[in-house]
């Protein structure tokens, strides 16, 4: 039985990614270089044996959410009360 799957390679910017999926597919599929975000697109290296096919997914380095409060985006201004308090017609 032939066995078939997507393995994402998911990780921070500039900790081998790409490096470690040139290892696993065997030929460097991926570029590599030590300033970071080197991998802008994703890349796909397949890894075939036996009875499996590997396709890995080489992605651009992971940051993190950059959530800002509410108070953090509005001016100082905007937060001022306007002296609406609410409206019923």
Do not use: C, E, H
């Not at 910017?13 to 790409?18: A, E, Q, R």
């Not at 036996?50 to 409060?69: A, E, K, L, M």
């Not at 201004?77 to 002296?83: C, K």
């Amino acid at each position: 039985m032939t066995r078939a799957g997507f393995a994402a390679i998911l990780g921070r910017p500039n900790v081998g990614k790409s490096t470690f999926l040139n290892q696993v597919v065997g030929s460097k599929v991926s570029i590599t270089s030590p300033s970071p975000n080197t991998t802008r697109a994703q890349v796909r290296g397949i890894l075939t044996n036996d009875d499996v096919q590997v396709i890995f997914v080489d992605t651009p380095g992971s940051t993190g959410p950059r959530r800002r409060s509410v108070a953090a985006s509005t001016t100082p201004r905007a937060r001022r009360p306007t002296g609406w308090t609410s409206y019923s017609p």
